[in-house]
Nanobody, 131 residues
Framework: QVQLVDSGGGLVQAGGSLRLSCAAS????????MGWFRQAPGKERDIVAA?????????YADSVLGRFTISRDNANKNTVYLQMNSLKSEDTAVYYC???????????????????????WGQGTQVTVSS
């Protein structure tokens, strides 16, 4: 089991940048495929970006492609990051990281896009972009 702690959200002007972090407990962080989701008021929780266990495969929603970058540090910090640049007002939402465990990392060469595919969730961090 893993515990996830999201951080890094805040208030930023349009065009600005933020870096979200998701710190995971435990010693097997490299066995988890990770994702970042966001949920705006009254809307569904949508995938923003996802990354495979090793970091070799990544996915971005069309709305953030070219502006956001997902990365992970398996060796030292057990953390997944979401670097967000050129922020827009429509990026305003609560952002959640999520994890899916793989018993055999050799099979963890993919990412996952649906919330139901993830087993563990962070508490969320608010991102507000002012126009």
């Amino acid at each position: 089991q893993v515990q996830l702690v999201d951080s890094g959200g805040g208030l930023v002007q349009a065009g600005g940048s933020l870096r979200l972090s998701c710190a995971a407990s435990g010693r097997t962080f490299g066995s988890y495929a990770m994702g970042w989701f966001r949920q705006a008021p009254g809307k569904e929780r949508d995938i923003v970006a996802a990354i495979s266990c090793s970091g070799g495969n990544t996915y971005y929603a069309d709305s953030v492609l070219g502006r956001f970058t997902i990365s992970r540090d398996n060796a030292n910090k057990n953390t997944v990051y979401l670097q967000m640049n050129s922020l827009k007002s429509e990026d305003t939402a609560v952002y959640y990281c999520a994890a899916r465990y793989y018993r055999f990392t050799s099979s963890c060469n993919r990412y996952h896009l649906a919330p139901g595919e993830y087993e563990y969730w962070g508490q969320g961090t608010q991102v507000t972009v002012s126009s």
